[in-house]
Antibody, heavy 119, light 108 residues
């Protein structure tokens, strides 16, 4: 079965940094693009970033450009998100999601990890 | 940047009724790179439709997607109790791959 498991969430102070991980299993990770999406409490989905299979193509949402770095380790089946200069409005559930077979929609999602930015 | 606007914000319907959800793009992104997702409280989103009209694996045929250019529609032919949820559209043809703001389908 396809599985995506995020980790690394928790309480972070404003101005701090976080690194989230997404461990995947049940599919050949190196052959699928990946996305990070977040959802603030009571709000809608916000796409954050995309990374292609070889990391050659990387895209970011304007809201996090310059603060967010997406990366992947195909040898270890892992996706990462590094977010710096954290603000209160970064408080959200962060999801990793797999790109589809026929396009970069997200066909499988992790359960998400909650990041709370607060002093 | 393509902006997706979903309407209505909330749809109040009874089980067995037909639901029609709209997603309008701010510009023609020249393709059918449009997906629909369902999200229930406390759960991750679930892919329903990709390519504007292709049902994802395991999605019941009461869900259908249509449209092209700037206007897209998700139709649920007969609402089942488990269909009451929030629905999002997303374009994945260009970056940023924005989502619409969502349509909540609630029990009337």
């Amino acid at each position: 079965d396809v599985q995506l498991v995020e980790s690394g969430g928790g309480l972070v102070q404003p101005g701090g940094s976080l690194r989230l991980s997404c461990a995947v299993s049940g599919f050949t990770f190196s052959t699928f693009s990946m996305n990070w999406v977040r959802q603030a409490p009571g709000k809608g989905l916000e796409w954050l970033s995309y990374i292609s299979t070889t990391s050659r193509a990387i895209y970011y949402a304007d809201s996090v450009k310059g603060r967010l770095t997406i990366s992947r380790d195909n040898a270890n089946n892992a996706l990462y998100l590094q977010l710096n200069s954290l603000r209160a409005d970064d408080t959200a559930v962060y999801y990793c999601a797999r790109g589809g077979h026929f396009g970069d929609y997200s066909d499988y999602w992790g359960q998400g990890t909650l990041v709370t930015v607060s002093s | 940047e393509i902006v997706l606007t979903q309407s209505p914000g909330t749809l109040s319907l009874s089980p067995g009724e037909r639901a029609t959800l709209s997603c309008r793009a701010s510009q023609d992104f020249g393709s059918s790179y449009l997906a629909w997702y369902q999200q229930k409280p406390g759960q991750a989103p679930r892919l329903l439709i990709y390519g504007a009209s292709v049902r994802a694996t395991g999605i019941p045929d009461r869900f259908s997607g249509s449209g092209s250019g700037t206007d897209f529609t998700l139709t649920i032919s007969r609402l089942e109790p488990e269909d009451f949820a929030v629905y999002y559209c997303q374009q994945y043809g260009s970056s940023p791959r924005a989502f619409g703001q969502g349509t909540k389908v609630e029990i009337k």
